[in-house]
């Protein structure tokens, strides 16, 4: 399968601790992004890459979201201290530059 | 400033019936649009997409989307529905240069047999 993946698909974890999500693109598309979705909203922007470049960042993260992206291949997006309200969906999707995003089916993070 | 509303969250059609799912835009720029389907426990998936060229886009599966400049409008048609349409779609707006997209809160299709 060459498609976007994404791991874990399911992560539970205790108010306070720390999780880092993983997402390996398309290997040819040179851009990527992180998007969060939670229950009956659209996909909200987190972050985008272009190669290893972190290009824009959403005024909606707070200073507990970090994303990278070494060596412009795989990305990682780590959320410290998590809060209940962190509780989400988060999908990765990767692209070049025809502007049809490829998505993974995401991970989901409960926070309790 | 860029943003997409979806009229209709929950959409019920028969199955041989019409579709159509509905979409207004805004936006600063000459708009890039996208229909994405999402299926239970699937990623989102590229239906179609308009970018500038003919304002009457086919895309995958029979769907179809009509830009309306005057209407700022893109809305989704099929003309027969089909029991495996069931699903969640959204409509995207995107920035110059494919920067950020913005999605629409999506519309779940419900089909009747």
């Given amino acids: ?112 | 400033a860029q943003s997409v509303t979806q009229l209709d969250s929950h959409v019920s059609v028969s199955e041989g019936t019409p579709v159509l799912l509905r979409c207004n835009y805004s936006s600063s720029y000459s708009p890039s649009l996208f229909w994405y389907v999402q299926h239970p426990n699937k990623g989102l998936q590229l239906l179609l997409k308009y970018t500038s060229a003919a304002t009457l886009v086919k895309g995958i599966n029979g769907f179809e989307a009509e830009f309306k400049k005057s209407e700022t409008s893109f809305h989704l048609t099929k003309p027969s529905a089909h029991m495996s349409d069931a699903a969640e779609y959204f409509c995207v707006v995107s920035e110059p240069n494919f920067n950020k997209f913005y999605f629409g809160s999506g519309t779940k299709l419900n089909v009747k047999p």
Avoid at chain 1, 12 to 20: D, E, F, P, S, Y
Avoid at chain 1, 46 to 52: A, I, S
């Fill in chain 1, 1 to 112: 399968d060459t498609g976007v993946s994404q791991d874990p698909r399911h992560k539970i974890t205790k108010r306070g601790q720390n999780v880092t999500f993983r997402c390996d693109p398309i290997s040819e598309h040179n851009r990527l992004y992180w998007y969060r979705q939670t229950l009956g909203q659209g996909p909200e922007f987190l972050t985008y890459f272009q190669n290893e470049a972190q290009l824009e960042k959403s005024r909606l993260l707070s200073d507990r979201f970090s994303a990278e992206r070494p060596k412009g291949s795989f990305s990682t997006l780590e959320i410290q201290r998590t809060e209940q309200g962190d509780s989400a969906m988060y999908l990765c999707a990767s692209s070049s530059l025809t502007g049809e995003l490829f998505f993974g089916e995401g991970s989901r993070l409960t926070v309790l």
